[in-house]
């Protein structure tokens, strides 16, 4: 397939084709991770900045690995640590990046749109890691890959997105894919924490967690993005665990095969109890492990992907350097 997008911006972007060559290009780098060498020389000469503004554990450690197992040169550079804190611009601080010549910027920002604004001004490619409330798109591709790796395909799933949808990147991103390859999606949280439009969106919407949970096949449970305002949105944390927390006794209602995943990080004995966090049911850590290939698959994308060849041997990269 012809993967015609330079930059990764959201799943909106994305055709159910595109998605599934996504998810198939993942599938296919998923077994380097496993080797005793886990390297492969596709994207050699290749640099890639990770330039974040908010915190990150599993994203941006994930894209590093990601890069660095393709064989490029990767730099890390976060906020604090940055000239951003001396008042420099967005704008000025990636211009500055660019004139250093990278091949991909991964960005992380609090702002919704602050990848596509740069991605009009730049002319590397921008690969959103996760956009204020907006997308976060290799999350919901490793969702996929997870789900898929654990239900056979998406299509007909019921999955339930329980939390704070409000502020979720997450959730926006994960309800365009799931309906774009055929599941169903039912949201449940506070009222105070349910945008408005969801219905529109395809999705079934409850005020209880019972309903959302009865039947489901998957179940992903949101945190409460304190950062953006959550704490203000309820009573108390011991009230929202009492009514929107997933627990042994709850979870009774999904499926008994259901999944139970959470992107990360998660507020123990708020959102999930404990003993359901490292339950049976759970593949929180299937979906971290999967982050690295969904990761690997989209900066191989976005560098040129058929053009590259991840399988190549020393003969291959050989003639890959001398061009
Ligand atoms: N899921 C997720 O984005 O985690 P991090 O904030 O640790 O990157």
């Not at 944390?237 to 990080?265: C, Q, T, V, W």
């Amino acid at each position: 397939m012809n993967f015609a997008h330079r930059h990764v911006l959201g799943i909106k972007q994305f055709n159910a084709e595109e998605l599934n060559f996504i998810l198939d290009t993942a599938k296919s780098f998923k077994e380097i991770n496993t080797r005793k060498i886990k390297k492969v020389p596709t994207l050699r000469g290749r640099t890639i900045v990770n330039l974040f503004f908010e915190a990150s554990t599993r994203t941006r450690t994930s894209f590093e690995i990601a890069g660095k197992r393709l064989s490029a040169d990767t730099v890390n550079i976060s906020a604090s640590s940055s000239s951003v804190v001396k008042g420099e611009t967005l704008e000025d601080t990636a211009r500055n990046i660019e004139a250093m010549h990278p091949d991909i910027i991964v960005m992380r920002h609090s702002a919704s749109g602050a990848c596509h604004y740069l991605a009009e001004r730049l002319d590397c490619s921008v690969i959103n890691a996760g956009d204020g409330t907006h997308e976060h798109p290799s999350q919901a591709l490793l969702d996929a890959v997870t789900m898929i790796q654990h239900k056979g395909q998406l299509a007909g799933l019921n999955v339930a997105i329980i939390g704070d949808i409000t502020h979720s990147r997450v959730v926006r991103s994960n309800i365009d894919l799931l309906h774009k390859l055929g599941a169903s999606v039912r949201i449940a949280g506070p009222k105070t924490m349910l945008p408005p439009g969801l219905e529109r969106l395809g999705c079934k919407v409850f005020s209880r967690v019972a309903e959302a949970l009865e039947g489901a096949d998957v179940v992903m449970m949101l945190r409460i993005q304190l950062e953006r305002q959550g704490k203000t949105l309820i009573p108390s944390l011991r009230e929202y665990s009492r009514y929107f927390g997933l627990n042994e006794k709850n979870l009774a209602l999904a499926k008994p095969d259901a999944i139970i995943m959470h992107p990360g990080p998660m507020n123990r004995g708020v959102e999930i109890s404990s003993a359901v966090a490292d339950g049976a049911q759970n593949v929180i850590l299937d979906q971290v492990e999967n982050g690295v290939a969904v990761r690997m698959a989209l900066l191989y994308l976005a560098a040129g992907g058929e053009k590259q060849n991840h399988d190549a041997d020393e003969g291959d990269i050989h003639e890959q350097l001398a061009d």
